[in-house]
Each structure stands twice: as C-alpha cells, then as structure tokens.
C-alpha cells in the first residue's frame, strides 16, 4: 500500500450495511457477516462494536485455543467477535451450546471471507439461531462518506435534493482501480495492478488450498480468466469448457468455489412471476468490477475504452 498520504486520508469511513447489523444483533444471539477478503469486515466490525471482545483465527494461538477450549474464548463476556470463523468450523457447536445455554443472552458476531450460506455444516449448525449478511466492496457513497444520503430505492420514489446529489464522474478509472478499501489510497496505475495481482495469488490461491484441493492453479487461473469478459452474462459451462480445455465437472467445481469464496455472485433473472425467475437461468457478476477488468486483460484506460464489453 502506498503510505504518502495523511492520517486524515485514513480515516475510517461508515458502511451502509452498519445500522442493519446493529439492530440485527439486539434481536438475534449471532449474526454472520461474510465478504471477499480485502472488503473491510475486519475494520468495520472492531469500529463498530467496540464493546465486543475481538478474537481472529487467523492468529495461529487464537486458532488453537479454538480447537482446543472454544469456551474458555468467552469467558467473563457477553459479546464476542469472531473473525475468520471457517477456519474452526468445530467451534459452532460449543457457539450453538452457549447460545442455547444462556437463553440467547450471550451475543456472537461470526465473520468469514467464505459464504458460509453454501457450507452445509455452518448453516445447519446455527439454524434458527442466527441472522446472515454479506459486505461487498465499497460503493461511490461510502468513498464519498456520504452513507446517510444513499437509498437507491428513493430515487424512484419523490424528487431528490440538491444536497443528495453528486457530481458526475468518469466511470472508466474506477473499472480499473476498483472499490477494495485498501486501495482508496493507492492512485498510481502500476500499483494498482500490482495490487490485484497480489490478491489474486495471495488471497484467492491461498485459500484456494485451504478450502479445496486444487492440484492445477493453472487451470483456476484459465477459468477466471475465461469468465472474466462474461461477467453480467448466462453461463454456459460448456462452451467455457470447450475454450479453456478444462472438464465441464471441473469447470462446475470451480465456479461453485469462486461463489463460496464471495468472488462472483449468480443475480437470479428478473421477472414479475417469481416462478420464472426460479426456472431462468441466473446471470454470473465479479463482485469488484476492477477484477473483473484485470482478469479480461485491461489494463489501462485505452484498452478498457475499446473493449467489446463497454461498447468498443
């Protein structure tokens, strides 16, 4: 990350899921926020609840006391943070106890850079005891701190003031930068590229490992890659399959982790009748459009102006 920039550049910015949150916890004993790695949940969570006890699995000693005593994590507290939760699914049951044991009194906040909805033994686990949210990268209102004026189903609804609007802005940097809170502060193309590709191989091939066993990166790669320039389409795993010369079972497995791994997100097809939108077949969207961008092999302004995708 760039470190030129001041403290005030620093400053933590609010997110629109923050209050829905809050008053899902006075209501439920867990609530579960998943999101991509790198969007903010750990920020967020130990802003916002100060007053709960902080724990992350990703700290090797946090780990193991949670395999080893989950409950000793909790003791003299009601309000436990827990970051990084996939990584010791055991814990949900001495969590499920706890709940169950206090009549809901003690209060669970779980976090996951996976889905954890698409991991049967989570959902099963916390069945009927907790309520779920997702936090995706940030959007235009959160970078602007504007948190409080953003409701985009109002903008149908009456006239909006003056004090509301924005002022319009070329979209094409923000394609190619994305809204990945970290990279608020990066301005410089080449690091900004460099960024994504650290992520990619950091991130995404690390836990790649951990969740599956994924022998051919290589293959991972080519399928990202080949689904990258279909983002916002109807997915044909076959015709995938055919260009990247990866099995169709293996181009299925694939795509399911990349949904487990909150990378891309199937948008079910709108329609009235809400039996057809069951029945028609979903549309599949990289949940940052800058990813999306780097994986299609754009990777500066022109490209990205001319690429079939927008038009070009």
Not at 36 to 61: C, H, I
Not at 112 to 141: C, D, K, Q, W
């Amino acid at each position: 990350m760039n470190e030129n920039h001041s403290g005030s550049e620093l400053k933590y910015r609010k997110r629109l899921i923050g209050e829905k949150i809050k008053k899902a916890i006075e209501s439920f004993p867990i609530v579960v926020l998943t999101g991509a790695r790198q969007v903010g949940k750990s920020t967020f969570l130990q802003k916002e609840f100060p007053d709960f006890r902080y724990l992350n699995l990703d700290e090797f000693s946090v780990l193991e006391q949670a395999k080893l005593d989950p409950y000793s994590l909790w003791v003299r507290t009601e309000k436990v943070i827990i970051d990084e939760v996939q990584k010791a699914p055991e814990i949900l049951s001495a969590i499920k106890n706890t709940v169950d044991k206090t009549q809901r009194r003690m209060k669970f906040i779980l976090s996951g850079s996976l889905n954890l909805l698409l991991m049967r033994e989570v959902s099963e686990s916390l069945a009927g005891r907790a309520i779920y949210f997702e936090m995706y990268p940030m959007t235009y209102y959160e970078i602007n701190d504007q948190t409080e004026k953003s409701n985009f189903l109002r903008l149908w609804q009456e006239d909006i003031i003056e004090e509301e609007t924005l002022e319009k802005v070329d979209p094409i940097p923000f394609i190619l930068k994305g809204f990945m809170p970290p990279l608020l502060y990066i301005d410089d193309l080449d690091s900004i590229l460099l960024w994504w590709e650290g992520y990619i191989k950091t991130y995404l091939e690390r836990d790649l490992r951990e969740l599956s066993q994924i022998e051919n990166l290589i293959d991972f790669r080519r399928l990202m890659e080949a689904l990258a320039p279909r983002s916002g389409n109807i997915i044909n795993q076959t015709e995938i399959a055919r260009d990247t010369g990866i099995s169709q079972p293996t181009v299925h497995r694939y795509l399911k982790l990349l949904e487990i791994l909150n990378i891309i997100r199937k948008v079910p097809a709108y329609f009235s009748n809400r039996l057809k939108r069951l029945i028609k077949s979903p549309k599949v969207f990289f949940i940052d459009p800058a990813l999306c961008a780097y994986l299609s092999g754009y990777h500066n302004e022109e490209s990205l102006i001319n690429a079939r995708e927008l038009g070009g």
